[in-house]
Nanobody
Framework: QVRLVESGGGLVQAGGSLRLSCAASGSIFSVRDMGWYRQTDGKQRELVATITTPGSTNYADSVKGRVTISRDSAKNLVSLQMDRLRPEDTAVYYC????????????????WGQGTQVTVSS
């Protein structure tokens, strides 16, 4: 059993900052990628940022320069520092991890957190 638990969402004024964190726990053998996606009503879930095990990062164009993803691989933690937030950043943010579990060490699957609401007021 694998769990991803997010924290740090909330309400912030435009121009403000929030930091999201996510901890993965359970029978984890190896984590390949971790990251964040977001979703608003009626739209598909979209990439915000991802980070690989070696530390390579990928950001959506809409957040480049305003968002920084970081990871503590030893603790299976991923964080998302969001600055200069805009109303259009309002969404439910989902933590993501691609990992393998003990007993199936060569099979990598995608796991998701339950989501945390970020609301940016204008």
């Amino acid at each position: 059993q694998v769990r991803l638990v997010e924290s740090g969402g909330g309400l912030v004024q435009a121009g403000g900052s929030l930091r999201l964190s996510c901890a993965a726990s359970g029978s984890i053998f190896s984590v390949r990628d971790m990251g964040w996606y977001r979703q608003t009503d009626g739209k598909q879930r979209e990439l915000v940022a991802t980070i690989t095990t070696p530390g390579s990062t990928n950001y959506a164009d809409s957040v480049k320069g305003r968002v920084t993803i970081s990871r503590d691989s030893a603790k299976n933690l991923v964080s998302l520092q969001m600055d200069r937030l805009r109303p259009e950043d309002t969404a439910v943010y989902y933590c993501y991890a691609r990992l393998s579990v003990t007993g199936s060490t060569w099979i990598f699957n995608n796991y998701w957190g339950q989501g945390t609401q970020v609301t940016v007021s204008s």
